[in-house]
């Protein structure tokens, strides 16, 4: 264990201030409890931090101040959370975010459930007023701790110096481990700024999940082997980071046919011959043609947070859960065999009984091609407005397979997720969990902060993007290379698409917008609007080639939402 000790004013030499300790922790002549919880953040490899101090956190921005950990300021803490979350999730570390007591703390909140809901994981700090005195009352005091309970796997008031070490080493095991999610700690002023002896930091070491039971395994390839329309599905915890490799391994061994929920897509390269599509919708769509024929679903990954991808009935196929961890069971998904440990490891030695054995592996496959024509309709039409599909379709055009596009939560999600074809993991970045608007944006500056050399893309309605639109200033401070593509039809789409499928009077749903090339220039942004078919190839390519942040408005069309996914799907399924 490492120690961090305070060391006193006899120890040092005259005019000496401070100490390097032997592992790179700055020890101060006085430390404090803030300076023992950066050191400890320092312990878990934090590079940066997003948030918006407040008071009570003064303490510890001056410990930031002198350690290697950057702050990133941003202009909403909802923001910094999506950021902290989407830093989880691209990377399997947990990310941090910082924010003050009260208003600040309750900003996270949404960013809380959508690390929650999402499996990122994520450490959210937050201040308060001192615990052992009351000096201001209650003002801005509500009970975060509280608040933050149902919203993490873990809420914690640090009450003690001496525990700082060990809550933050356990805030940051319970982050990243399966399933992955946010922490909440509340560090009080008063413990933040209270001095500190001898203290340890608890050092890290790897943890090695367990593989799934043989019993288990046996079992899974028995009901494989007898399968005659066998059919893989990759839900949302095949997305984690580490898992792409192993994945694409088992469907190359196994050759059965696969498709994706949509917080599953991409994490198997799908211009594969064996991509059958995303289940965007639960039922109905095109894919579901072999859901629906298939006898076996081999669901690798299923998190029941996402809208269901089929619905289970007391008919159907049988369906096998493989996953980090047990499936939980829901009106409308009850496995009826599970393989659960070390997803990677796990998938290999099932491979290992199967590979080669199974007669029937592809006889889905006669369905794919089309399923996916079907998809590909009108994806190049010259009206204009565009359509979603044309959309869809020009962006991947100017998307390299590594680029990757984040999306807000909007009628075009459902569009991207069906149509929009990747070939490299968490190279499509959606919300299907708590399917928050506001996220697009914080969550494409994460990916342009990770990977500066790939092309990033968010693409937001112009009712999400207003939600989070003040982040453009944080994006053009820190100089990232983004473009932030808006779908403009001037409503809440998605919720005027629903009041048409209902039969709801078109009614409420409509508002009025900035002049949004205006509006990125007042950011020091670029903008520049599409006004025909053609225009929008052209427009991202040159944003892209002039790198910074660039945002285009684009006119959308949504009169195929109603065309396309209710009365298209009702005649061709029904
Ligand atoms: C924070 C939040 N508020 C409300 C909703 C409900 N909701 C889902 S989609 C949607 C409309 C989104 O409008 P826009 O961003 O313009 O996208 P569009 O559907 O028009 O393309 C709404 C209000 C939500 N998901 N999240
Ligand atoms: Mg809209």
Sequence with gaps: MLVVRALKNSQLTDGESQVIYETGHKLLLKMKGSDL????????GVQRIFGVPGEENL?????????KIELVVTRHEQAAAFMAATFGRLTGQPGVCLSTLGPGALNFSTGAGYALLGAMPMVLITGQKGILTSKQARFQIVDIVSSMTPLTKMARQIVSTATIPTIVREAFRVAGQERP???????????????????????????????????????AAAMILESRFPLIMLGAAASRPRL????????????????????????????????????????????HQAIDRADLIIAIGHDTV??????????????????????????????????????????????????????????????????LARLADRATENRFPLTPQRIVHDVRQVMPEDGVVCL????????FARNYRTRIANTLLLDNALATMGAGLPSAMMAAMLYPD??????????????????????????????????????????RWKQAVDSFADWGLTFGNPDFVRYAEAYGAKGSRVDSADGLIPALEAAFSRRGVHLIAVPIDYSENVRVLVDELRRAVC
């Design 244 to 287: 792409a490799d192993a994945l694409s391994d088992f469907v190359r061994r196994m050759r059965i046919p696969f498709f994706n929920t949509q917080m599953g897509k991409g994490a198997v390269n799908s211009g594969s011959n064996l991509y059958m599509g995303t289940a965007a919708l639960s039922e109905r769509d095109y894919v």
């Design 408 to 415: 807000d939560n909007g009628m075009y999600k459902i569009w």
């Design 454 to 495: 790939r092309r990033v893309l968010a693409v937001c309605g112009d009712g999400g993007f207003m939600m989070n639109s003040q982040e453009l200033e944080t994006a053009t401070r820190l100089g990232l290379n983004l473009v932030v593509l808006i779908l403009q039809d001037n409503a809440y789409g998605m919720i």
């Design 306 to 371: 996402e809208k269901p991808p089929f619905i289970m009935g007391p008919k159907g196929p049988k369906v096998i859960h493989i996953g980090y961890i047990p499936a939980t069971v829901e009106e409308v998904f009850f496995p009826h065999a599970e393989v659960v440990g070390d997803v990677g490891p796990s998938l290999a030695l099932l491979a290992d009984r199967l590979e080669r054995r199974l007669k029937n592996a592809s006889a889905l496959l006669p369905l794919r091609e089309q399923i």
């Design 181 to 219: 999610g946010p922490v909440h700690l509340e560090l009080p002023e008063d413990i933040a700024a209270e001095e500190v002896n001898q203290i340890s930091i608890v050092p890290r070491h790897p943890i090695e999940m367990p593989v799934a039971h043989p019993a288990a395994l046996d079992r």
């Design 59 to 67: 303490d510890v921005i001056e410990s930031l101040h002198r350690s």
């Design 37 to 44: 919880l950066v050191a400890a953040l320092e312990n878990e």
